[in-house]
């Protein structure tokens, strides 16, 4: 049945796709190896928890909280091993809140989350959040941003340089 051409090629049975067990092993399917899958870019939010600027009743299906159960049946089916979970809102409190979220799943591989790279102190938000191993990078919202040269101003490029120098992307 299903479950037995699932072990064949697989090598699994019975596993969740997101078991930390599974992680960075390769299997031998009928027509090669078998690798990983990982979902490269997903969000979490709970409506009304942090600033949404995009998020309207507007969206329809969009319009409601996403959270980790919702994902993981569906991670299961698709045999994705792992996600890297990206913010969705311009804020610190989100990022750390995602962390959580990371910490709690097993198929969070990373987070990509968001500091204030305007503020001077931006180096000491990277240390707090990189001293999380699941801290991956900074995305910021930049269409959010009412100043078109946002991006090129000298404070972000200095905040910019500092992911940089954290090795972050």
């Known amino acids: 049945?299903?479950?037995?051409?699932?072990?064949?090629?697989?090598?699994?049975?019975?596993?969740?796709?997101?078991?930390?067990?599974?992680?960075?092993?390769?299997?031998?399917g009928p027509i090669g190896p078998i690798r990983p899958m990982i979902d490269s870019h997903q969000h979490f939010w709970q409506v009304g928890r942090f600033d949404y600027p995009w998020m309207s009743s507007d969206l329809g299906v969009l319009y409601r909280d996403y959270l980790p159960t919702d994902l993981a049946p569906i991670l299961d089916q698709n045999d994705v091993t792992q996600t890297v979970l990206v913010q969705a809102s311009n804020s610190i409190a989100e990022t750390r809140w995602l962390l959580e979220l990371a910490g709690a799943n097993s198929f969070i591989g990373g987070v990509v989350g968001w500091v204030d790279l305007m503020n001077p102190d931006v180096e000491s938000q990277l240390e707090e959040l990189k001293a999380n191993g699941q801290f991956k990078g900074v995305r910021h919202l930049v269409e959010s941003e009412p100043n078109d040269d946002w991006l090129i101003q000298p404070a972000v490029l200095s905040g910019l340089k500092h992911v940089g120098r954290c090795g972050l992307t």
Do not use: C, W, Y
């Not at 037995?4 to 930390?20: C, E, K, L, N, W």
């Open 1 to 28: 049945g299903a479950a037995a051409t699932r072990q064949r090629q697989t090598g699994r049975r019975g596993r969740a796709a997101h078991d930390p067990g599974q992680l960075g092993k390769i299997f031998i």
